[in-house]
């Protein structure tokens, strides 16, 4: 499996600020994702960052308010722009290898409050 | 569309076996995944089912009924350290969906 960091691990910020989470993978993967895992809930597919192109987002969600980056296919990054507190949330890349049935794996997370 | 249940929370003592169930209704679905969440940390791979019947995996097996919709994760000989939350997640067509998650308390 690769081994996958994020940074910031965890952030307080202020309302209408943004905070860019960046997502580090060891090795070339296909598929990066993100995710947010709002307290006591289950992860919710954000996007997926494809390489080269503009991310492709799940309904609810928006270029605009998360900004995704893929300039390569070890690294990604996401935006939380114009933050609210209803932001303050876990959000976590994973990595496939190749195709988006394969296994994901996680990286730590990313702990974000918004005040 | 895309649906997955399973139970909120489950108690279990030390020692003894518990059985986590999910059902799921996932279009062109194609396996089903188990993953284990600790508190405060990021959720870890342990399966994923593609075909019908059960995988054993040392004290982990999981099970696969795909024309039921249904899967299980066994765990047995349970130890204090398996206290946490078990996700079940659907592989379906260019998306895999994850269900909200069992919380497992194992007492002594």
């Known amino acids: 499996s690769a081994v996958i960091s994020q940074k910031p691990s965890r952030d307080i910020c202020q309302r209408g600020t943004s905070l860019t989470i960046q997502c580090q993978v060891d090795s070339q993967v296909t598929m990066m994702f993100w995710y947010r895992q709002q307290p006591g809930q289950s992860l919710t597919l954000i996007a997926t960052?494809?390489?080269?192109?503009?991310?492709?987002?799940e309904s609810g969600f928006v270029i605009d308010k998360f900004p995704i980056s893929r300039p390569n296919l070890t690294f990604s990054t996401l935006t939380v722009s114009n933050m609210s507190p209803e932001d303050s949330s876990i959000y976590l890349c994973?990595?496939?290898?190749?195709?988006?049935?394969?296994?994901?794996?996680f990286g730590p997370g990313t702990r974000l409050l918004v005040l | 569309g895309q649906n997955i249940d399973q139970p909120t929370e489950m108690t279990a003592t030390e020692g003894a076996i518990v059985q986590i169930n999910c059902t799921y209704q996932?279009?062109?679905?194609?396996?089903l995944f188990w993953y284990q969440q600790h508190a405060g940390e990021a959720p870890t791979f342990l399966s994923y089912n593609v075909l019908d019947g059960l995988e054993e995996k040392g004290r982990f097996s999981s099970f696969l009924s795909r024309s039921k919709g249904y899967s299980y994760l066994l765990l047995k000989e349970l130890q204090m350290k398996d206290s946490a939350s078990y996700l079940c997640a659907a592989s379906g067509y260019q998306k895999v969906t994850f269900g909200t998650g069992t919380k497992l308390q194992v007492i002594p």
């Open positions: 994973s990595v496939a290898a190749r195709e988006v049935q394969e296994t994901q794996y």
């Open positions: 960052a494809n390489q080269g192109s503009e991310a492709t987002y």
């Open positions: 996932t279009s062109g679905f194609n396996g």
